[in-house]
């Protein structure tokens, strides 16, 4: 999601982009070609992305995420986004916050212990499912599978799939089955 770039271009080369994390950004594109380029504006979002990597990292209590800068404490009254965003940082892979991945998770489970059995909307329980297949919670992502082809055979739910639930829904089955996994996820 969110890293910091080297402002120097003289030791940058193409491999530094081919090894995780790096080959799952896109919001850190924009900079590096920047870079490459040697464009005057290089080093102001180097700043910006500084300054979002910091402000995430100051979202975090020993409890969990905050959602916004004037909460003071992860909210576990709302699934979405008080306890949902709790595992988002896990999605993407942002390695600053591994530390917070097992509080992240505690969270969720702690406030929703029956999330992989239900939904309210399926493009967050898509991304759930996907970080317990990542974590090897294999039933909790085995009953999201469930769940969403449930949802999406029905025609008296009438529900729709987009392309980001799509995406990790069958990520989460790849992973599952041991199968690579493409994509990103948006």
Not at 103 to 108: D, G, I, N, P, R
């Amino acid at each position: 999601m969110v890293y910091d770039v080297q402002t120097d271009t003289s030791s940058i080369n193409a491999s530094d982009f081919d090894q995780p994390p790096c080959n799952r950004m896109y919001s850190i594109i924009f900079c590096v070609e920047l870079l490459f380029y040697n464009d005057p504006d290089a080093d102001y979002y180097d700043l910006v992305v500084t300054g979002v990597s910091n402000g995430i990292s100051r979202l975090f209590n020993s409890t969990g995420f905050v959602i916004s800068d004037a909460w003071q404490n992860p909210d576990p009254t709302t699934f979405y986004p008080g306890i949902t965003c709790q595992v988002f940082s896990q999605t993407y892979g942002v390695s600053e916050f591994n530390q917070d991945f097992n509080v992240a998770w505690a969270f969720l489970n702690n406030y929703a212990p029956k999330w992989p059995n239900c939904s309210i909307d399926s493009y967050p329980w898509a991304i759930l499912g996907f970080v317990a297949a990542l974590r090897g919670q294999t039933s909790q992502a085995l009953s999201q599978i469930v769940a969403i082809e449930n949802m999406f055979h029905n025609a008296s739910t009438n529900s729709y799939v987009t392309i980001n639930e799509l995406g990790f829904y069958l990520r989460t089955k790849n992973l599952i089955s041991g199968s690579p996994i493409s994509g990103n996820g948006i």
